[in-house]
C-alpha cells in the first residue's frame, strides 16, 4: 500500500496556454489509475502550422494505457478545453463528466465527430461526488469568462488536489456563479495535498476587475454612438454578449447576432437554463429593413479570424448587413498575442470605410483570469501544501511558481510530459512521457513530427521545382521536363528559369555515366543538386526540388 | 505659370508603417519636376510574404518618369526610409542627399547593391540648401531613435512645404540633435503650403518621454543584476546602446556587443563623429574569459529575429557565450505588432534556462515618435495651412487627419499612389498611379501582384501533388505516377494516399476518350479535378496539383 503514488502529468497547458489536458493517476508506480482533466485544442498559424486546421495534445500515453483511465471531467467549455473532446475520445473510451452548460457544448463535440454524446454525463456541482476509481471528484463552482466554470475538489487516499480550471475572482460575474469565498472554504477545508492552479495573468500586478463595472460604460457607448453600433467579444462570454445585447435594448435599438458560434452559445445558455433573460433579438434578414441608428449588431471575431463575421463586414456585405462612414465598431476584447496582425488589418479596412473604432480600451473589457493578487488570494483560501501551476507558457509557470515560493509555499514548474510525484513530502519530477502535439489536418490526425507540415513550410519559403525525367534503360528519352511552383518565371540571365534549368539537366543526362543512370537513387539526388545550384545562381533561392523517373522498361 | 501645380504622392508609407517613399512634384499637370523622400524596406512575414527576402514600395510611376526626378533626399538611417536605396536607385538614377551618418550608411547600402556610392552626397543641415530642380531643400535637424534625423523644409515657386520625417520632441536624447523649438519657428517661419507629418504614435495620448528619462532606471537593473545582464534594442537606437554601454561600464562590466547591426550602427557613429565617448568594448572571444558577473552583452534581436543574437542565445551558445541561470535579460524596447510571437519564443526559452527576463516595461524603453500633444505642438510651432498626415496605417492617417481638424487647420487622408494637389486651396486628390509592392525574393525582384507568393502560400495550406503520366500518342504508357509533398501518407481508407491517387487515375486514363487523351489542356484539367476529389475524399483537403504530361512522339 505505501508504494501507491498520487501523481500530477499535464500532457498539454502547461508550457503554452492551450490545448489544456491534465492527467491524475493513483496506485502503484506504472499502474495508477487515471483521470483525465479537460481535453482542449490550440489554433494552428501561419508560422508554425499552415494549413492545419485545430492543434490537439499527443495523447500516446493516455491511449497506451486507455484500461486505466476511470474518468474524463471538462471545466468549462472554452474552446482550450473542451474542443478536443470528440475527436480524442475514441482512444479514451471513459465517461466525461461536466455540468449542464459545459455537457451540453461536450455533447455537440462528441456528434460533431461522430461519437455518441450520452458518453457525455451530466452531473451537479459540490457537494456532488463523482467516483471514479481511487478517486472522488466534485465540481466547485468559481466566476471565469463563459458560464458555469468549475475547479475540481479530487480526493485520493493519498491527499486532496484542488484544480482550480480557469478562473477570475468575480463577485458580480453578471452570468454564472461569482467567486464565493465561503463555498471555497469550506469545500476546500483540511489538509490540501497540492493546489493545481491557473497561472495566465501572473504577470498582471493589480486586484482583477469584475465583469459588472462593464456594464455602465458600455451602455454609455452604445446611447452616445450616432449610427449603426457593431460590438465583438468572444462568443463564449455569455456575460459579455448579455450586456453588450441590455446596452442596445436600453438604447431603444434591435440586436442582431452574428456568426454561428454567437448564437450557438447563448442557445445553449437558455437551452441550459444559465441566462433566462437574454434580450429579444432580429434575425440578419429583418436587421436590413432597420434604421442603422436604431441597430445593434453583435459579431464574432474579436481576434481578426478571416471568416468570422466581424472582418467579412471589414471587406463588405455579410448576409445583407454592411458598414458606413459613421458607424462605431468596439472591440470588447483583448488581442491575444499573436492576433495582432489580423486584428489591425480589419481596424484599418473600418479606417477607410469611416467607422470609429474602440479596441483595448479597459473600460469595455475584463479579463477571465486571476490576476497576481488573486492569484495569492487563491493560495490563502485553499491553503496548500503545495502550488503546481499550470495553464501558462514557461515564463507564467515559472513566475507563478516563484510567487508560491514568495508566500512561503513549496512549488514546482512541471511542464507538458513530466510525471510528478506528489506524494513525496516535496514534489518530484520523476519521469516523463511523450506529450507533443497532433494536428488535425483536414480530416485526418498527423503527428507534429512526422514532417508532413514541415515540407509545408519549406515549399512555403523555397517553392518548388519538379524535374521529370524518362528513361529507357540507361537512355534518357527526351530532354528532362521542368516545371516550377512559387518561383519566378525569370532570373538573372533574363531566360526563363524552367529553361535554364533544363539545359542544365539535359547537359547532365547527357554526359551522365551508365551507372549513375540506371540507379535511381544516384540520380534523383544527382538532379536535385543540379537543379538547387541552376535556381541558386539564377534566382538566389535553392527551391525545394522533387524528382520523377519514369523508367519505360 | 499658373498651370503649374505643387503635388505631393506617397508611393510607400502612407497606409502602413513601413517602406517610406514620398515623391513632391512641381511643374505643370503630368510634367512636374520631381523630388523623392526616402526609399525604404517593410520587412516580410509568413502569413503574406513567405520566403521574401524584403519588401519594397513599387515605383513604377517613377521608373516612367525618371528623366523628371531631380533628388533623392534620405531624412535618416532606419531601415524603412533607407534600405531600399540601394536596390531601387538604378530605376531613379538621381543624386542622393543625405547628411553625414545617414549618407554613410545609405553609402553602403549603395555597394551591397553593386551600385556607385558616390551617388550619394552629404549635405549640411538647415540653413544650407540643396537646389533640385524648382525645390530648394534643407535638412532641419530633429530628435528620434537614430541619430541626425531630419525634417525637410522644402520651397518650391507654389509655397514651402515642411515633411518632418520620423520625429519625437526630446530635449535630451542623448546622441544626436535635441528638439530646438527656437530653431523650428526660424526654419519654417512665414507661410507653409502643408506640414506632411508622422503619424505613428497619434492613438498615444500622454505626452512624450525624454531618453534622458531612461539613464538612471537602466543603471539600476544594470548595477542589481547578479550574474551576467543581456539587453537588447534596435542597433539604430545609438543612443540607447550607449545608455546601456555606459550602465554596464559604471557597474564594473565589460561590455560586448553581439550581432552583425549593433557593429555596424556603432562603428558608423563613431567613423562620421556622432559619438566620440563610446564605453570600450571587449570582442566576443574575450568576453567568454571575463567571469559572467562581470560582463554585459548588448545584442541584436529585439523583435525575436529569428537569426539575431538574442535567438541564437535563447536556442544555446552563440559565439561561445551561453545564458545561464540566474542571468538577467533586458529588452529595452517595444514589440512592433505582429512580433509578439518571435519574442515569446525568446522569453519561454530564456525562462526554461533560469534567465531572468525584463520586457515591455516603460521603464526602460520610450518610444522615437511624437505622441499626440506632442503632434498638436508640431502643428502649433510650424502652423501649416494644412496637415497631410504620413507613416501610419490608414488609422493612424485617419486619426491624425481629425486631429488637426479639431485643430482647425484643413488636413486629407492621403494614401499610396493618391497624387495630392497642393495648390489648390483645400488640398484635393486628384489622380490615382500604380503604387503596390514588389519583393525581393532571392535576388529578384518580383511584383507582390504577380501570383508567386499566392502559389507559395498555398503550397503551404494545401500541400502538393504531382501527377505524372507519359502517353504515346493517345495511349497511356504504364500507370500514371504521383508524388506528394505536405500531405499524410495515408488517408481514410488506410491505402497510401499515392496508391489511391494512381488507382483513380489510372482507371481514368483507361476510359479516357481518344480525344481526351490527345488534348494536353483537357487531360490536365481532368487529372487535377480528379486527384483533388480523391484526395478530399480520403484526407479531407484538395491539395494544389502539377500534372506533367510526357508525350513520347
Redesign the interface.
Known sequence: MSRNRLIYLPLGGA?EIGMNAYVYGYGEPGAERLIVVDLGVTFP???TT??VNLIMPDISFLRENADRIEAIFITHAHEDHVGAVGRLWPDLRAPVYARAFTGHLAQIKMEEAGQDPSNVEIVGAWPQKVEAGPFKVSFLPISHSIPESAGLVIDAPAGRIVHTGDFKLDAEPGVGEPWDEALWREATAGRVRALVCDSTNVFSHHPGRSEAGLKQPIETFVAGAPHMVVATTFASNVARVKTLAEAGQAAGRSVCLLGRAMRRMIEAAVTTGIVDDFPTTVTPEDARDIPRENLMLIVTGSQGERRAASAQLARGKYLGLQMAEGDSFLFSSKTI??N??GV?RI??A???I?VD?VSEDTRYHVSGHANRPDLEKMHAVVDPECVIPMHG???H??EHAKLAEAGGRASLVVVNGAVCDLTRAVPHVVEHVEADRVYL????L?GAL?G??R???R??????V?V?V?LDGDEP??DP?V?I????E???SRAALVDVLEADLGQFLMRAKSKTLRDDETLEDELKRIARKTAQAE???KP?V?V?V?R?E
Open positions: 508550457g498559424d501561419m508560422d499552415p494549413g498575442p499573436g495582432e496582425r489591425i481596424m484599418n473600418f479606417s477607410e469611416g473604432v507558457e514557461h515564463m509557470l515559472r489536418d483536414g480530416d485526418i498527423i512526422d508532413i507540415v515540407d509545408r513550410i515549399l512555403a519559403l523555397n517553392g518548388h519538379i521529370n524518362i528519352l527526351g521536363w516545371e511552383m512559387g518561383l519566378p525569370t532570373g538573372k534566382i538566389g533561392k525545394e522533387t520523377v519514369s519505360l
